[in-house]
């Protein structure tokens, strides 16, 4: 299995747009967070792994059709991230 890593800047436009919008709710900008999408590519049919850092923290999201953002909201509401 070979695994590709992307960037915040190779996310899709509405993944991308979704995140600065999160970002900019809770305080944010995106350049505050290193975020790194883990993506098998051989096979298109499993799910991204994107994760998120800042600081010391960080917390990955497997990428349910873009669910990972919301998940990403919820860790920013619980000041997980702070």
Do not use: N
């Amino acid at each position: 299995m070979q695994t590709t890593v992307l960037r915040y800047t190779d996310l899709p436009i509405g993944d991308r747009a979704a995140f600065e919008l999160v970002c900019a709710r809770h305080g944010f900008a995106p350049a505050h967070f290193d975020v790194s999408i883990h993506a098998d590519s051989a096979d298109s049919t499993h799910e991204r792994l994107v994760t998120v850092r800042r600081g010391g923290w960080a917390q990955s999201y497997y990428d349910h059709h873009g669910q990972w953002v919301r998940q990403f909201e919820a860790d920013l509401t619980c000041r997980f991230f702070k």
